[in-house]
């Protein structure tokens, strides 16, 4: 992990509580999460709720979605004694920064952003404006810890490069070099991207309306097993070498996951499997997803059993959260010139 200077080493990331964790969410991000949580560096994982709000959502379903996911955390391996575990509403510093930010932000950079054309779809006009500020809000949520480090899937590249413009507008515009570091992405590891199942150009989603498109972290190993039987590949066999891949995003698509259920670079998954059938690699990559995603979802049930460990987690969490962001926004606010009088 390099060094964003002048600033302490701080990882920062977040997902939103919007139902069908997959694959995709775990090996992207969540699992990295775990692996940096047992690094010598600070780790905060958030439950973007304010973010799940900018798309339409059902009030009453929200609060389970947020306990869920904060189940699914845990069940993954997020340990509140080693990182801060908590949900965004309860920390009110994100949603003031993000004003800031607001003022700080360019239109011009809000409209390139992909995600926004993606999710607003052909109906500009009906979307809501959280959804057009939404990488806003996120480069508040890591600035406000002054976060160095975020890992995160690739879609989330371009948001990034937001924060950080965002970040150094801030220091140059209100004179105060450093304030906020540049957040370095943390886009690493064999499925940065992984794809669906039905098919292997297209991102594995949440909002797919194909449930055999994913492998929720909820799936139990029939789920698993019969999703992988079904995933879209090729009549050829596997390569033996990655170039071998190209133009075959089916089979690429599976190799990826499991190189990374394994931890294993894809060229060894390659030299294992390269010129078999999928009718021998699938029953394999089953398996090992089987035995490395089943027993989330037995943990998640689990923690679920229990809402008020759950809520007492988060509210732990979001007190330490607090204790970090609280101070940041009020020294941005008289950076940027905002009258406090209070105490
Ligand atoms: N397919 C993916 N491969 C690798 N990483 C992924 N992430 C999401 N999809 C993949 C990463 O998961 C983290 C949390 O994402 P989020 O909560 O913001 O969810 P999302 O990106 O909205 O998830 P979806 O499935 O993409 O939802 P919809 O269908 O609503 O668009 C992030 O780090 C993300 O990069």
């Not at 413009?165 to 906020?180: M, Q, T, V, Y």
């Not at 089987?290 to 007190?319: N, Y």
Request: net charge negative; with cysteine; hydrophobic share 45%.
């Amino acid at each position: 992990m390099g060094e964003t200077v002048g600033h302490e080493r701080r990882v920062f990331s977040g997902v939103q509580p919007t139902g069908n964790l997959h694959l995709g969410n775990y090996l992207g991000a969540v699992k990295r999460f775990v692996e940096m949580q047992e690094q010598d560096v600070q780790t905060l994982y958030c439950v973007v709720d304010l973010h799940a709000i900018t798309m339409p959502y059902d009030p009453r379903a929200l609060r389970h979605a947020t306990r869920e996911l904060t189940a699914a955390f845990l069940a993954c391996g997020l340990d509140p004694a080693k990182s801060i575990l908590f949900n965004q509403s309860q920390v009110p510093a994100h949603a003031e920064l993000t004003w800031l930010f607001n003022c700080v932000a360019r239109i011009g950079w809000l409209n390139r952003m992909t995600q926004f054309k993606d999710k607003a779809g052909k109906n500009r006009e009906a979307a809501s404006v959280g959804i057009y500020a939404y990488p806003v809000l996120m480069a508040a949520d890591i600035l406000v810890y002054k976060a160095t480090h975020v890992p995160v899937g690739e879609d989330q590249k371009q948001h990034l490069e937001l924060a950080r413009d965002i970040a150094s507008k801030f220091n140059l515009d209100f004179g105060a070099p450093d304030f906020f570091p540049l957040p370095e992405p943390m886009i690493e590891g064999a499925a940065t991207r992984v794809m669906s199942l039905r098919d292997g150009t297209k991102k594995m989603s949440k909002s797919d309306p194909s449930d055999l498109s994913r492998i929720n972290l909820t799936d139990d190993a029939d789920a698993i097993a019969q999703k992988i039987r079904k995933a879209q590949t090729d009549p050829e066999p596997l390569p033996s070498e990655e170039e071998g891949l190209e133009g075959r995003p089916g089979a690429a698509n599976l190799v990826a996951i499991y190189a990374a259920l394994a931890d294993m670079p894809k060229a060894a998954v390659l030299a294992e499997f390269g010129g078999q059938p999928f009718s021998a690699f699938k029953p394999a990559l089953a398996e090992l997803a089987v035995a490395k995603v089943a027993p989330i979802a037995g943990r998640m049930r689990e923690h679920l059993a229990d809402p008020a460990h759950i809520d007492a987690v988060l509210a732990d969490g979001a007190e330490r959260a607090e204790a970090i962001a609280a101070p940041v926004a009020r020294d941005a606010y008289e950076i940027a010139g905002l009258l406090r009088t209070r105490r």
